[in-house]
């Protein structure tokens, strides 16, 4: 019989160990934080720790480490507050609560890579100082067994395989590339293998399960290019023995959102790209194997036989968990809503997910469930303030696979409970649209990328330019004043009088035929000598190159800015009509006909003034006559709604009241005289 699987909780009040799968029973007597044999909810001991804020286990049990806050003692010395405990001592003492004997204790500041790394026979372990990586033996941490010097180091990372191998990390530094380098321990001379690259301020160090690979995920605080607010990621891989390291290749743009290894050692995934992002199964050469459907997704995890991948989208996603069956042809199995979890993880049987909302990402809605790998829920429990949940370490050969699919098991009785107050929405939920835009297709610029719309292309700015994704006309940048060049190369820039009346407003369009109407009348006026004489009108301002075409038409209206320049006061009305007088009074002298050498040439033929009449929409017609066309324009309205209604469009209120008007508004036309 196998050995039941179980997950352990701590919320702001309480601590549990929890059997799952088949019983779902919580083990009793674990009122206090003490060590206990989970198998069986036997009490061992206690820390005699205080203050405790981290804790974790070597990988094979043997020791605990605990991390408290740093603090000083009384001379202002730090106190060492990591601490490693020995389990198996404090088991083989003949009392029945032992507190562990403490076999070494660290001063570590920062609780980021608070923990020691232990090698997978717990022979040595490492911690990382200034400049250089400690190596001891597990049974003696007082002193250093060896040390792996590297200038600049700041992160490194124990292989989980048989080979005792080490990667270790050295950020950019005055102008130098990053680099990760791998050393065989306790062979310290030379790297095994290395890779050199720049763009590269932290990285995350993965190794697969054997040992033989290494996937590095490095990042930049700043995206220089400014495509991304999170900074710039890039991916790597290398062989342990050097064979081969290469950067990874992915063809959508975008940041990379997790990476993970497969169990078999031989394959993993990455989920990259802008939304929706693109998840793409790699082999150790680094070449792609497979891909899924684009969607908005941004973590993978295998199972822990390897049989199956989940790809779900958790934090500001939707919380769906796509399960897809790698020895069936990547078939898709089902598809989870698990809305707000911030953890998942598959359970050591390869049949459960664990999932959980914790505090203090969300403080309400905290719980644990637990889904069958066919997609239905099988627990779960509401916990108040629950901030961490994991599963109980077990290895997979303890948990053969078999049949995950079939049968599939009876669910709790918490589970029935809690679907029984889920309510199902009667019709799935989608994003608002106005009620102008309800009942037609929505355009290919609204439409995700998984949904047939255009992909994402960041164009490496934070302006309002416009782009594949943008809305409206492209934004040209143009200088005040200065004369508008033509573009050739761009139509949708330049386009024609026409486009450009038609992406302006009503008003705005009425003002320019206003202005136009006017220039022509003022050059009409000007070519038929009906304008002021220049006797008397002021010489006109020469215009300015630098003003915009606008103002150079006003050019009656012109002000000389230079202080040296006396402007000429506008006469009187007194003074006008005095010299309006004086022009009348004097005889009409024809012009001396134009001579070119000694010929006279024929008077140009003058030609007809412009249509002066400028019309304004609603100008004409009685009061009367405009009662009738707003009516007209109302029936035409409820026309168009009773239309969207017989095609099965859903009205609003205030749509439906004024479709039962319709019979008032014809009796106040049949009233006005109006007839159809």
């Given at each position: 019989m196998a050995v039941p699987t179980q997950f352990a909780y701590r919320t702001s009040k309480s601590i549990g160990v929890v059997d799952a799968a088949p019983v779902y029973q919580p083990l009793p007597g674990l009122e206090r934080v003490i060590v206990v044999d989970a198998s069986v909810g036997y009490a061992i001991t206690t820390l005699p720790a205080q203050n405790v804020f981290e804790l974790g286990f070597s990988p094979l049990g043997s020791f605990i480490i605990t991390w408290q806050r740093p603090s000083k003692d009384e001379n202002g010395d730090a106190i060492k507050n990591l601490k490693v405990w020995n389990v198996l001592e404090g088991q083989s003492s003949g009392s029945e609560h032992n507190e562990y004997s403490v076999v070494g204790k660290f001063v570590q500041k920062s609780q980021t890579g608070w923990n020691l790394q232990y090698t997978y026979d717990e022979r040595y372990c490492a911690r990382v100082v200034t400049n250089e990586v400690q190596f001891y033996m597990s049974e003696d941490l007082g002193t250093v067994w060896n040390r792996l010097r590297v200038e600049g180091v700041s992160d490194f990372a124990v292989s989980p395989g048989k080979n005792h191998s080490i990667a270790v990390f050295v950020p950019e530094r005055k102008g130098q590339p990053a680099a990760v380098k791998v050393y065989n321990v306790p062979d310290f001379a030379g790297p095994v293998s290395q890779k050199n690259f720049f763009k590269g301020d932290k990285v995350q160090l993965k190794w697969n399960s054997e040992g033989t690979g290494l996937i590095v995920?490095?990042?930049?605080?700043?995206?220089?290019?400014?495509?991304?607010?999170?900074?710039?990621?890039?991916?790597?891989?290398?062989?342990?023995?050097?064979?081969f390291d290469s950067r990874i290749e992915l063809d959508k743009d975008g940041p990379i959102h997790d990476v993970t290894w497969s169990p078999n050692s031989k394959e993993f995934g990455v989920v990259y790209g802008y939304m929706?992002?693109?998840?793409?199964?790699?082999?150790?050469r680094a070449k792609a194997t497979y891909s899924f459907a684009l969607a908005p997704r941004n973590t993978i995890t295998f199972s822990p036989h390897g049989r199956f991948v989940l790809v779900a989208g958790f934090g500001n996603l939707a919380g769906q968990m796509d399960i897809y069956d790698l020895e069936k042809n990547y078939q898709k199995i089902c598809t989870i809503e698990a809305s707000n979890a911030s953890v998942c993880e598959w359970s050591p049987d390869g049949r459960h997910i664990l999932t959980a909302t914790t505090s203090p990402r969300l403080r309400v809605d905290n719980g644990v469930r637990i889904w069958h790998v066919s997609g239905g829920l099988m627990y779960n429990e509401d916990l108040q303030e629950l901030y961490h949940v994991t599963w109980r370490p077990q290895s997979p050969s303890t948990q053969p696979l078999n049949t995950p699919l079939h049968p599939v098991p009876a669910p709790h009785?918490?589970?029935?409970?809690?679907?029984?107050?889920?309510?199902?929405?009667?019709?799935?939920?989608?994003?608002?649209?106005?009620?102008?835009?309800?009942?037609?297709?929505?355009?290919?610029?609204f439409k995700r990328e998984d949904e047939g719309g255009a992909a994402y292309v960041s164009n490496g700015s934070l302006s309002l330019g416009i782009g594949v994704n943008g809305f409206g006309k492209a934004r040209k940048r143009e200088v005040p004043g200065a004369e508008l060049a033509p573009d050739d190369g761009n139509a949708a820039t330049t386009g024609?009088?026409?486009?450009?009346?038609?992406?302006?407003?009503?008003?705005?369009?009425?003002?320019?035929?206003?202005?136009?109407?006017?220039?022509?009348?003022?050059?009409?006026?000007?070519?038929?000598?009906?304008?002021?004489?220049?006797?008397?009108?002021?010489?006109?301002?020469?215009?300015?190159?630098?003003?915009?075409?606008?103002?150079?038409?006003?050019?009656?209206?012109?002000?000389?800015?230079?202080?040296?320049?006396?402007?000429?006061?506008?006469?009187?009305?007194?003074?006008?009509?005095?010299?309006?007088?004086?022009?009348?009074?004097?005889p009409n002298k024809p012009s001396p006909a134009p001579r070119s050498n000694g010929v006279v040439l024929p008077p140009p033929a003058t030609e007809p003034p412009p249509d002066l009449t400028v019309t304004s929409p609603g100008s004409a017609g009685t009061p009367q006559d405009k009662k009738i066309r707003a009516l007209l324009?109302?029936?035409?309205?409820?026309?168009?709604?009773?239309?969207?209604?017989?095609?099965?469009?859903?009205?609003?209120?205030?749509?439906?009241?004024?479709?039962?008007?319709?019979d008032d508004v014809r009796r106040e036309l049949e009233g006005l005289g109006w007839n159809e």
């Open positions: 995920l490095a990042q930049t605080e700043v995206d220089k290019s400014g495509k991304s607010y999170y900074g710039e990621t890039t991916l790597y891989l290398l062989s342990v023995n050097g064979e929706p992002a693109k998840t793409t199964l790699f082999n150790t009785a918490s589970a029935l409970a809690y679907l029984g107050t889920v309510k199902t929405p009667s019709k799935p939920a989608g994003a608002y649209r106005p009620p102008g835009a309800r009942g037609q297709v929505t355009p290919l610029a024609s009088a026409a486009d450009g009346d038609e992406q302006i407003s009503k008003a705005a369009l009425k003002n320019k035929k206003k202005r136009e109407a006017k220039k022509a009348k003022d050059a009409a006026e000007r070519a038929t000598g009906l304008a002021p004489a220049s006797d008397t009108a002021l010489p006109a301002a020469t215009p300015s190159p630098s003003r915009s075409p606008e103002r150079r038409d006003r050019g009656g209206h012109e002000r000389n800015r230079s202080r040296g320049h006396v402007e000429a006061r506008p006469q009187s009305k007194q003074g006008q009509r005095d010299a309006r007088r004086s022009r009348e009074q004097q324009k109302k029936l035409r309205a409820i026309d168009d709604l009773k239309m969207r209604r017989a095609g099965g469009e859903k009205l609003e209120g205030t749509q439906i009241k004024k479709m039962d008007t319709e």
